[in-house]
């Protein structure tokens, strides 16, 4: 069975600073993975998406993920947050063939002043 | 460009009640997800169609819960009956297929007393 695993619940950062997410999935497969983000009080939204090929992957509002099969990891970074960063981070994981998305728990990402 | 729209936002239901949840996906998508979202579990599985064919549901919530697509532009989640454990955010997306992104909407909180 497929699981996605986002070990911190909650990550406080101040503005300006870096920021890593942390993503474990369990998979036997090549899964493709994803981060979505939740604003307050609006849906959810795709930040970026890996298939294949470079293992580090590019999204919006400079988020970057790097995908390692030998960790089963998919890590989410950005160099310099900005208040408006704050939000919740779901990683997602799936196994193709008409299989639905798996997924974490999600992280909770607060930027300080 | 009409994104994925759930109705009703806000729901307060009485324990044993039975109740609709309502979603309209984005215009020719052929995959439709139910999600239910709370702190502790995150997003989980409830229901996934791909052209209107139940493709998954989550094993756990078979006993109360159904999901139907009417046609390829509405679906509908019941609950029947409510229990106070199925307070939580109901998420509906849709998608075009094939892994690709999904498009979410802002979800149905439900309140059951």
């Known amino acids: 069975a497929q699981s996605v695993t986002q070990p911190d619940a909650r990550v406080t950062v101040s503005e300006g600073a870096s920021l890593q997410l942390r993503c474990k999935y369990s998979y036997s497969g090549t899964p493709y993975l994803f981060w979505y983000v939740q604003y307050p009080r609006q849906g959810l939204q795709l930040l970026l998406k890996?298939?294949?090929?470079?293992?580090v992957v590019q999204g919006v509002n400079g988020f970057e993920a790097e995908f390692s099969k030998s960790n089963s990891s998919f890590h989410l970074r950005k160099a310099s947050v900005h208040w408006s960063d704050s939000a919740v981070y779901f990683c997602?994981?799936?196994?193709?063939?008409?299989?639905?998305?798996?997924f974490g728990t999600g992280t909770t990402v607060s930027v300080s002043p | 460009d009409a994104g994925v729209t759930q109705t009703p936002r806000h729901e307060v239901a009485e324990k044993g009640q039975t109740i609709i949840l309502k979603c309209e996906p984005v215009?020719?998508?052929?995959?439709l997800f139910w999600y239910r979202q709370t702190k502790i579990q995150g997003l989980e599985l409830l229901s996934y169609f791909r052209s209107k064919s139940l493709m998954e549901d989550g094993g756990a919530f078979k006993d109360r819960f159904k999901a139907e697509m009417l046609n390829s532009s509405f679906s509908t989640l019941k609950i029947q009956p409510t229990e106070p454990k199925d307070s939580a955010v109901y998420l509906c997306?849709?998608?075009?297929?094939?892994?690709?992104?999904?498009?979410f909407g802002h979800g149905t909180k439900l309140s059951v007393l």
């Open positions: 215009s020719g998508h052929n995959d």
């Open positions: 997306a849709s998608s075009p297929g094939k892994d690709e992104r999904l498009f």
């Open positions: 890996y298939y294949s090929g470079d293992p």
């Open positions: 997602a994981l799936s196994a193709g063939g008409g299989r639905a998305l798996i």
